[in-house]
Nanobody, 120 residues
Framework: QVQLVESGGGSVQAGGSLRLSCAAS????????IGWFRQAPGKEREGVAV???????SYADSVKGRFTISNDNAKNTLYLQMNSLKPEDTAVYYC??????????????WGQGTQVTVPS
């Protein structure tokens, strides 16, 4: 049984930083990707950043240069370092596993989500 548990969300002023963590259990990186998606109020869920099984990464254009995805295989933990945060980054951030790039429909496992708020 795959379990994904996010932590690290909160409220931060514009320009600030946060690091999200996702503790994964029951999942091996044998296929698909693992990554972060987000859903802002009134908007559809979207892909933010993913790591493929070969270690390659993909980012949404809106976060390139500001967010960095990484994983610690020894700890089975995925991270999302978010710098230079903007009010438009406000959303619930979800950890996802066994995904197909940044495509929401390609995700097979979801975490419960963690709220990130950047006041305007």
């Amino acid at each position: 049984q795959v379990q994904l548990v996010e932590s690290g969300g909160g409220s931060v002023q514009a320009g600030g930083s946060l690091r999200l963590s996702c503790a994964a259990s029951g999942y091996t990186y044998s296929s698909g990707c693992i990554g972060w998606f987000r859903q802002a109020p009134g908007k559809e869920r979207e892909g933010v950043a993913v790591i493929e099984s070969d270690g390659s990464t993909s980012y949404a254009d809106s976060v390139k240069g500001r967010f960095t995805i990484s994983n610690d295989n020894a700890k089975n933990t995925l991270y999302l370092q978010m710098n230079s945060l903007k009010p438009e980054d406000t959303a619930v951030y979800y950890c996802a596993a066994d995904c197909e790039g940044l495509v929401v429909a390609g995700v097979n496992y979801w975490g419960q989500g963690t709220q990130v708020t950047v006041p305007s």
